[in-house]
Structures are given as C-alpha cells and as structure tokens.
C-alpha cells in the first residue's frame, strides 16, 4: 500500500520508510522518551547547582566524541551519565520486551558498548566518568558529583596574603 493512502485512510497505517515501529501508537510512544531532562537529571541537576557549582547539560565533554554527557563540568574534567535502566541494562531492573524481543535486546546490547567505549574515550583524555542509574538516590548521587568534582576544580589561590 502506498504512503497516500495510509494518510487519506488514517485506520491503515503504514509505518515510515526504515522504521522498526508496529503501530502508530508504538511509535509516538517511542517518540515521547526524553533523551534528556529526564526526572532524575532534573532532581540530581537541581542540587548540584544549589551547592553552587555550574556545569553544561546535554554537552559534548570532548569536541570530536559525538556523544553527550548529561551534566559536564570542563575546568573540572567531569562528565556525568545518569542512564536510564531500561535502555541502558540496568543489572536489577532490565527486562527484555515481549514485543520484537531481539530488536531490543540488541538495541540495548549496542548502547551498553557505546557507554563503555565512550568511558574509555574521555579517561584516556583525562576526564572522570560517573555514571548513575536512574534509580538511585538522588541526593547520594549529586553529593557524590559536588564532593567529586570539588575535589578536582584548581584551587583558587588565597589573595588575602596581598597587598
């Protein structure tokens, strides 16, 4: 069936050329995830910035590394992941669709590899990587980034001793 008459008989419906989804409310479902400002980032985001650190969100840590790290402190050399359990394999709460079960499983498989090559990417340039799950206590995580990334900003020379 040709993609007009999908569209002039909205009961027929013929997915787009190259996509996995089997039905249309599949697809806006799949559509509505966030990539980013998910919950947990807001909630970990809202505390480190009232520890008063300062950080870019959804930036890319390294210029040529086509990925991007939820929160990226530069002077401090620190890229923070706070990954989603479902699309990234979390140990405890991972659970494989009944629906087109290989698909995704293979889908999260390549994103777990991507995590790990991209872990080893910007260690190897000098960066600390912390990654968290989705689930984890909010305020244990951004206690951990604000103590983490304190503990690697330059310190600030005393001027007091000036005159």
Known sequence: ???????ENPEIWVPPEGS??????????MQ?????????????????HASGLRYRVAARPLPDLRRTADM???????AVFIDGCYWHGCPEHYVSPKTN????SDKVTRNVTR??????QLEKAGWLVLRYWEHASTQVVAAEIIQLVRERQTPKPDISNYR
């Open 101 to 104: 079960p290989s698909y995704w």
């Open 1 to 7: 069936m040709s993609r007009k008459k999908a569209v």
């Open 115 to 120: 995590d790990r090559d991209t872990d080893r």
């Open 32 to 48: 509505a995830v966030r990539s980013r400002d998910t919950k947990p980032e807001l909630l970990v985001r809202r505390l480190v």
């Open 20 to 29: 996995w989804a089997s039905s249309a409310a599949k697809r806006r479902n």
């Open 72 to 78: 990226v402190f530069r002077p401090a050399k620190v």
